[in-house]
């Protein structure tokens, strides 16, 4: 069972644009979502996270937005920049266990 | 690097042989997960342990694989009797704990090649 989806498998964006990743889950459960980002040949790194209490998580250029009824978020980058390119995966969990749940990724390339 | 080490970057092994797989976690955390990421596809959960006990093993398939977190050492993911389908990158990650602002870290994965 796929309980977070990630629909998009690719998005090209200009350097300086803003780049916009979806993220959609089944499990109302889910308190708790994340973003990761990869690098070739690299494990995932930590980038944002967001509290089903809340609706918006800012942190620089990165903001993420949780629509709790639709039972989707979405990632914003803006400026986005070359160094953005990499694959992208939201990632949902219950707070009472950690137990992530990651969608297929969307790789994001950012154009100079 | 005080990062989450796994060891080998690289595994290749022949059909019906065993793979073992070492994770040693971030220091002063005591809880690991194992995923494991098929060619084109998202990470895939597959067990969360503590110290010398299995947490959730719901992601890990019924026969062949295991896992351990021993009191001392790290911890192993085993493979026996490897089949070409168990060709993946398997990523273990590592918290101090559960709950929110806890986010895990991942190590950069053992790619497993079954010939």
């Known amino acids: 069972d796929q309980q977070v989806k990630q629909n998009s498998p690719s998005l090209s964006v200009q350097e300086g644009r803003i780049s916009i990743l979806n993220c959609d889950y089944t499990?109302?459960?889910?308190?708790?979502f994340l973003w990761y980002k990869k690098y070739p040949a690299e494990g995932p790194t930590f980038l944002i996270s967001?509290?089903?209490?809340?609706d918006k998580n800012e942190d620089g250029r990165f903001t993420v937005f949780l629509n709790k009824s639709a039972k989707h978020l979405s990632l914003h980058i803006v400026p986005s920049q070359p160094g953005d390119s990499a694959v992208y995966f939201c990632?949902?969990?219950?707070?009472?266990?950690?137990?992530?749940?990651f969608g297929a990724g969307t790789r994001l390339t950012v154009k100079p | 690097n005080a990062g989450v080490m796994q060891n080998p970057r690289h595994l290749v092994r022949r059909r019906g042989q065993e793979a073992r797989l070492r994770c040693s976690p971030m220091?002063?955390?005591?809880?690991v997960y194992w995923y494991r990421q098929l060619p084109e596809e998202g990470l895939k959960f597959m067990v969360y342990?503590?110290?010398?006990?299995?947490?959730?093993e719901s992601g890990m398939p019924k026969e062949r694989f295991s896992a351990e977190f021993p009191k001392e050492g790290p911890s192993i993911l085993r493979i026996q009797q490897v089949v070409r389908g168990d060709s993946a990158a398997y990523f273990c990650?590592?918290?101090?704990?559960?709950?929110?602002?806890?986010?895990?870290?991942f190590g950069d994965g053992t790619r497993l090649s079954i010939l």
């Open positions: 990632a949902a969990t219950l707070t009472s266990n950690n137990d992530m749940r």
């Open positions: 220091k002063g955390h005591s809880h």
């Open positions: 990650a590592s918290s101090p704990g559960t709950g929110v602002n806890q986010p895990q870290h």
């Open positions: 499990n109302s459960m889910f308190d708790y």
């Open positions: 967001i509290s089903s209490i809340k």
């Open positions: 342990l503590q110290k010398e006990n299995i947490i959730d």
